[in-house]
């Protein structure tokens, strides 16, 4: 079993920052790839930045310079700075993992889902 956990969600005035982390934890043999998802109400589930094992990152156009991923490879955690936030920044934001996981005979390799965290952004 694999299961990522978010933590760092909550209420914030246009402008201010919020840092999202996630831990994946369970029977992984390696991370190819971290990242975030998030989700408004009414609106498709978007990528909004992800990050390889070598820490290749990538943004989409609308959190450019404002949103940086990171991780730490050594504790299975993918983080989310987000600063100058906006109110169409507000959505259920979900961490995903592309985990390759620990069998008997073949290897898998799995893409997983944390419950989300929400994000709200006043204006």
């Known amino acids: 079993q694999v299961q990522l956990v978010e933590s760092g969600g909550g209420l914030v005035q246009s402008g201010g920052s919020l840092r999202l982390s996630c831990a994946a934890s369970?029977?992984?043999?390696?991370?190819?790839?971290m990242g975030w998802y998030r989700q408004a109400p009414g609106r498709q589930r978007e990528m909004v930045a992800t990050?390889?094992?070598?820490?290749?990152?990538h943004y989409v156009d609308s959190v450019k310079g404002r949103f940086t991923i990171s991780r730490d490879s050594a504790k299975n955690t993918v983080y989310l700075r987000m600063n100058s936030l906006k109110p169409e920044d507000t959505a259920v934001y979900y961490c995903?993992?592309?985990?390759?996981?620990?069998?008997?005979?073949?290897?898998?390799?799995?893409?997983?889902w944390g419950q989300g965290t929400q994000v709200t952004v006043s204006s």
């Open positions: 369970g029977n992984i043999f390696s991370i190819k790839t």
């Open positions: 995903t993992a592309r985990i390759e996981v620990l069998a008997p005979d073949i290897p898998m390799t799995s893409d997983y």
């Open positions: 990050i390889t094992s070598d820490e290749t990152s």
